[in-house]
């Protein structure tokens, strides 16, 4: 079970655990791998921010290079300077594409202001495209013929999968419908036939809504969003949302979800925690998809 009991009402779904189990089985098939003479790697390119503070994507891609290496994974970071131009960054992006020792591709957010992320993307190669970004890739989800599905959409899916509640006939609520989570879990769901209802800022009774979840997901990036009355007895709750705010008993800075963990996990039969919740799953999912574009 890679879940934990907790102490009352909802069992915890253990991000942490989880993210530990699909390590070791990344770790077993980079060995095999590396037994048929392939290298598994991944290419990171990274546009550096303002010289001074450490941006908090080169922070990332120092863990990333960390966690690559404990599973044998090669990790290669191409910085650009602050100064660099839409042409530097998809000449880079191009030349990785296409250069065939190159398996595994992501460009780290945030890009320079004026910069359309959408636009590098689409340059990737849809094949070594890990984070499931290019367009092309999430076509591919709507036709079930992409292994590189959105890691964060992906980690979505092993949670609920871990509780091994029944996805077929389900009655699934999104929360958020963004291009990078909320539509991709949809479109996933759907795959799994749930019967898939997708909310955004504009739905009208939210609170109709989400009580009818067998599965609830949401990622709204609203701290407090969903309420205890709001969730259906029993439900299977992901919270996706990470939120900085300030803890009105200590004044001191945390991070919270969507939903508002203490009350709902009374209610619900399965929550996930933030943090360590839906975030270290999503790490473990973008080495998941590494491993896989290295396959021959
Ligand atoms: P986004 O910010 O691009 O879009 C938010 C979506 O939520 C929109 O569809 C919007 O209509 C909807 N929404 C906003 N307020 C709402 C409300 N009051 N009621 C109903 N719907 C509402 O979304 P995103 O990039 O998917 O991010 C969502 C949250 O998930 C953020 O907190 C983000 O930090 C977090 N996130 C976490 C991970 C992870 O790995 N854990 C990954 C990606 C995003």
Known sequence: MSAMSGSGGAQIIDGRALADRFRAEIRRDVEQLKARGRTVSLDAVLVDGEPGAK?????????????????GIE??????????????????VLLLSAEERVTAIMVHMPLPEGIDPYRVQSLIDPAKDVEGVNPANIGNVVYDRSSLVPCTALAVMKMVDSTGVEL?????????????????????????EATVHS??????????????ADVLVVAAG??????????????????VGINRTVDPATGKKRVVGDVSFDEVRAVAGWISPVPGGVGPVTVAMLLRNTVDAARP
């Open 168 to 192: 077929r006939g389900s009655e699934v609520v999104c929360v958020g419908a963004s291009n990078i989570v909320g539509k991709p879990v949809a479109i996933l769901m759907m795959q799994r």
């Open 75 to 92: 990790y290669r970071l191409h910085v650009l300077p602050h100064t660099a131009t839409y042409e530097d960054i998809a000449g880079r």
């Open 222 to 239: 609203k701290a407090g969003l969903i309420a205890a009355d709001m969730v259906k007895a029993g439900a299977v709750v992901i919270d």
């Open 55 to 71: 941006s908090s994507a080169r922070i990332y891609a120092e863990n990333q290079k960390a966690g690559c290496a404990e599973l």
């Open 199 to 212: 909310c955004n800022k504009y739905t009208q009774d939210l609170a109709a809504m989400t009580r009818q």
